[in-house]
């Protein structure tokens, strides 16, 4: 049998360090993580589940699913980390299923916002006469588009391009070019967040202002959480690109980040133009 021979030698974690396995794959070793995160996973919806419908133990068991699935995702990434960078089990062909891995993560969350962009367009082409048969709905003040909605547009956008000059100095092997461009995505992602959390408060309606006030806070609700989420994955890539674990060509995890955060990107431009420009005139 031929042995294949995998050389992470570029990546500074694993220097001198030379595996030779008989295949390029990833066997992965057996892990609790799996079922211990379906488990936290069903403790949260059966909390979310009693507590929309009043009980109260629903809202703690809401919150310790919640914390459980955040415990069982930090361990499970961390093993992951270790198998990718110190383990060097992360060969070029378990990169590239990785990738497409990632991608069709992506494509699901396409499906995904899909569906609330459909509601949004059914409810403001086809009004109905409940609502008065007019777009925004008569009783609704909708937010200026012009305001906190075109500034948090340039700060993402703004955020698109720092994380991109963080991915072109990782691959030249800049790593002090790489920090601060990630450093700089992260505070934009903050500010972000922060004026999002303005606008909420300060906002003419409400949810359960009928359809407008569905769709509006879904759509920008569900997209503020891929913000959190988005902002928490690249402040762990900053973190491991201070303690070098990416290297010129090994650096998929900063790389999924990045993918992540340009489709948060193009997902609020969708949300600009459609909700808050098109949807208030």
Request: net charge neutral; glycine share 8%.
């Amino acid at each position: 049998m031929s042995t294949y021979k995998i050389d992470l030698k570029d990546n500074t974690a694993n220097k001198g360090i030379i595996y030779n396995e008989s295949h390029p794959y990833h066997l992965v070793d057996p892990s609790p993580w799996p079922f211990a995160a379906a488990l936290s996973a069903f403790f949260m919806l059966f909390g979310a589940a009693l507590w929309l419908h009043n009980y109260s133990i629903g809202f703690n068991l809401l919150i310790f699913g919640l914390a459980l699935v955040i415990l069982v995702a930090s361990l499970w990434w961390r093993d992951i980390v270790r198998e990718g960078t110190f383990e060097g089990q992360h060969t070029s062909r378990v990169q590239k299923g990785l990738r497409q891995g990632i991608l069709i993560f992506i494509f699901s969350e396409i499906i995904f916002f899909s569906a609330f962009f459909w509601a949004f367009f059914h409810s403001s082409m086809c009004p109905v006469v409940q609502i008065g048969g007019v777009w925004p709905p008569q009783s609704i003040s909708v937010i200026n588009p012009w305001e906190i909605p075109l500034l948090n547009t340039i700060i993402l956008l703004t955020s698109g391009f720092t994380v991109t000059w963080a991915h072109h100095a990782i691959v030249s092997g800049r790593k002090s070019s790489a920090f601060k461009g990630l450093v700089a995505t992260v505070l934009l992602a903050v500010i972000f967040t922060s004026f999002q959390v303005i606008e909420y408060q300060t906002a003419p309606f409400s949810i359960s202002d009928g359809i407008y006030g569905t769709t509006f806070y879904i759509a920008t609700g569900f997209h503020g959480f891929h913000v959190m989420v988005g902002t928490l994955f690249l402040t762990v890539c900053t973190f491991r690109l201070a303690r070098n674990h990416f290297s010129r060509q090994h650096h998929f995890g900063f790389e999924a980040a990045a993918w992540y955060w340009h489709f948060v990107d193009v997902v609020w431009l969708c949300l600009f133009i459609s909700i808050y420009w098109w949807g208030s005139l």
